[in-house]
């Protein structure tokens, strides 16, 4: 029986409670007009301290060039319609009542993509006694942020959020940063990024004049310092491509005379060509300037095609030690077949043609009326024949040394090249 009783009790004073609560409410809001400043005289500007609370930075759109993040607008003021003695209501400290009902600031974001972007209104606003309104909605962003890719995929942007009262002036509504903050803050529930790094958040309170309009209107802007996570772009770009720039060298390597060389070194244009129209795809058309890893595409797919032209070249030479019987000009002899044959270690006895010096052999005098029943051939004949076997046989060696030493030398050339190229793009690691 006592048990009942105590939770009789128990279910009273709770019931007097909810009472209470529902009493305050009902006065609070009697007569309560949420379309007018609660402030004392029409004169008194109405403190509104404000913060952004950031929970995410949801991205970052390249073509669009819109900056998605997400938090909370932390805002409080005080209004001095509802003040109430907490001794009158059974001591309730505080009352949860919906904005809507309310007077709110229309703080909205200047520089939104959208045409409205405000904060919802269909959250609670908690109600001290002495007046102060604290209202913590949560809100997603959508912003205009002018990005610049000359350094992607290493890029860093600062994207910023303008919170500003749409129709209150500075003599109405005074907007002020809430705390003594030197710099804005992350919300303890804030959420990383996979592809955009935060690097810092600074804020600052900005007092200016609109073309509509003589008074002095005041905003709130937060700068988001953001830095691209390169794992993507490294395994999806940047990679293939270094590949390809350590592939294309081998051109130089193949032997002149031998079907694939061209074919390798078009396959390798191809392929750069391609992976630089996936990075089209990826990289807005109208940006002004052209990204670094761009850059380094383009220089790829030149060095690849100057190997291409190189080995047209090459090849040229070796096949001209087939058709032609007098050896290179005079001032390739000079320039190419002097010291670089010896630098390069290209030796003229390396490239003769075997099977035209077995062929020389066989063309050797036979004794008249010997064996194989040809005629003795003279003399001046057979030092005739000599000298041209060896001139012809000269020849084929300098065309074909020649083609060896332009191969050694470009190879060295792209090999320098690259390296060069590769230790300037190397700072922005």
């Known amino acids: 029986m006592d048990g009942w009783c105590s939770l009789a009790e128990d279910f009273a004073a709770n019931d007097s409670y909810i009472s209470e609560e529902h009493r305050l409410f ?12 609660p402030v004392a005289s029409a004169g008194e500007a109405l403190r509104l301290d404000f913060r952004f609370s950031l929970t995410a ?42 904005i809507n009902r309310l007077w709110s600031p229309d ?3 200047i520089n939104s993509k959208d045409a409205y972007n405000g904060p919802p209104y269909h959250h609670l606003a908690y109600v001290t006694p002495d007046g102060s309104v604290y209202w913590i909605p949560p809100i997603n962003i959508e912003t205009y942020c002018a990005v610049d890719l000359a350094e992607f995929p290493f890029d860093e942007h600062v994207c910023s959020v303008t919170f500003l009262s749409w129709t209150y002036d500075e003599t109405l509504v005074n907007l002020t940063t809430k705390g003594n903050q030197e710099k804005g803050s992350t919300n303890p529930h804030f959420m990383a990024n996979s592809e955009w790094e935060l690097k810092g958040i600074t804020f600052s309170r900005n007092c200016r004049k609109f073309p509509c309009c003589a008074e002095n209107y005041c905003d709130i802007t937060y700068d988001f310092s953001i830095k691209r996570q390169t794992t993507f772009t490294t395994h999806l770009f ?22 694939e060389k061209m074919i390798f070194g078009i396959g390798v244009v191809l392929a750069d060509v391609l992976l630089l129209g996936e990075l089209i795809t990826f990289i807005p058309s109208a ?19 100057f190997s291409v032209v190189i080995s047209a070249v090459v090849v040229g030479f070796w096949d001209k030690s087939k058709s032609r019987i007098s050896g290179p000009p005079a001032f390739l002899r000079l320039l190419i077949l002097g010291p670089l044959t010896r630098l390069l270690c290209v030796r003229k006895e390396d490239y003769l043609p075997v099977d035209d010096a077995d062929k020389a052999a066989a063309l050797e005098v036979t004794p008249e009326g010997g064996e194989d029943g040809f005629e003795a051939t003279s003399g ?50």
């Open 107 to 109: 703080i909205i974001v």
């Open 287 to 305: 940006h002004p300037n052209v990204p670094l890893l761009a850059k380094y595409f383009l220089a790829n797919i030149v060095m690849a095609c």
């Open 57 to 98: 930075v949801d991205g970052l759109d390249e073509k669009e060039q819109t900056f998605v993040v997400s938090g909370w607008m932390d805002t409080s003021w005080k209004d001095i319609q509802l003040v109430w003695d907490p001794d009158k209501y059974g001591g309730l400290q505080g009352i949860r009542i919906p």
């Open 238 to 259: 940047l990679g293939p491509s270094v590949v390809l720039c350590l592939v294309t060298p081998v051109v130089f390597v193949l032997p002149p005379g031998s079907g």
């Open 380 to 429: 001046e004949e057979q030092k005739r024949r000599c000298i041209n076997t060896y001139l012809r046989n000269a020849a084929i060696s300098e065309w074909r040394q020649l083609a060896v030493v332009f191969d050694r030398i470009f190879f060295i050339v792209y090999c320098v090249v690259l390296s060069i190229l590769t230790l300037s793009f190397a700072r922005y690691l």
């Open 26 to 37: 009902k006065d609070l809001l009697e007569g309560y007009q949420e379309s007018v400043r």
